[in-house]
């Protein structure tokens, strides 16, 4: 009997307090949703950064006029650097090759470059990829048929900070709008204890626990919190089946980003739960000690 009524305290409470307990719902979903964006963000920055920085490269670009022997020289250098794991030479057939093969779903870009517009290179595997300037200070530009000397790195060094700054912003967005969803359901659990004091007075009048008194409105709030939970994990799937799985399936399939997988998801998804609920919860029974007296 306890139980029953209980959980029909609970249900009773949602519908009178209904505009409330949707906005409370809608806040929360959103401020857990965006927290599940920025750790599925966080792991794609994990997974990317694992398949580029294993391939980063260091590439020295020759000079149109670059003779034999330069090539040559350049060659016997790299071959002989403690600094190097290994090299290709890539000539300018080569590298139009590579460029058609990269870009193929983009005829018009093919049809504007020229075969002999890209110049042949030296592509090179360092040891330590952070050891970028040995090389570029080996083969200075400009000089020996050397005509730039490129680090990927630099490039995935930003690349990563722009990701890095969009996680930490999504985050912070979702900081913003779990604080708005707390105070949203202290305001609520207020209201609800407000109307319904005259009830809660006589079971305290009959012997009722404060924590009995106080269970219902704790559960109207984790059950919001729940509700909201599912709302951000449907959005997450949605997002991942409307906008991942289709807008970005090409450079997916190309191996540009890495893909978003449903282990992922289902991963975060208990965090997501618990945290709705959990939070939920805790802020009922902090603003029912604080400004309530059942």
């Known amino acids: 009997m306890r139980v029953n009524f209980v959980l029909s305290e609970v249900v ?57 022997e330069q090539r040559t020289a350049i060659q016997t250098a790299l071959a002989g650097s403690p600094e190097v794991k290994d090299f290709i030479y890539e000539s300018k057939d080569d590298a139009y090759a590579r460029f058609t093969k990269q870009f193929q779903e983009q005829p018009a870009l093919i049809a504007n470059t020229p075969a002999d517009a890209l110049p042949e290179s030296f592509r090179v595997e360092l040891v330590n990829p952070e050891r970028y300037q040995v090389i570029a200070q ?11 000397v490129r680090d990927e790195g630099d490039f995935l060094d930003r690349l990563f900070s722009l990701l890095n700054g969009a996680r930490n912003a999504t985050i912070a967005v979702a900081v913003v709008q779990a604080l708005a969803a707390l105070l949203l359901i202290s305001n609520t659990i207020q209201l609800a204890a407000f109307n319904r004091r005259n009830e809660t007075n006589i079971m305290r009048l009959v012997g009722a626990s404060r924590w009995y008194t106080q269970l219902p409105f704790i559960l109207e709030a984790a059950l919001a919190g729940l509700i909201g939970a599912g709302l951000a994990i449907g959005g997450l799937v949605l997002t991942k089946v409307l906008f991942v799985d289709k807008t970005l399936a090409g450079p997916i399939k190309s191996g540009i980003i890495p893909p978003v997988d449903w282990s992922a998801i289902a991963a975060i998804s208990p965090i997501i739960a618990v945290a709705g609920v959990g939070l939920a919860a805790v802020a009922a029974y902090v603003t029912l000690r604080l400004y309530v007296r059942l």
Do not use: W
């Not at 990317?48 to 149109?64: A, C, G, P």
């Not at 080996?138 to 730039?148: I, R």
């Open 138 to 148: 080996q083969f200075p530009v400009g000089q020996n048929g050397v005509e730039d």
């Open 12 to 68: 009773s409470g949602l519908r009178r307090n209904l505009t409330m307990t949707v906005a409370m719902i809608l806040t929360t979903g959103i401020s857990l949703g965006l927290m599940g964006t920025g750790l599925l963000i966080a792991n794609m920055i994990s997974d990317m950064r694992e398949i580029y920085y294993d391939k980063v490269q260091v590439s020295i670009y020759l000079t149109d006029d670059v003779t034999d």
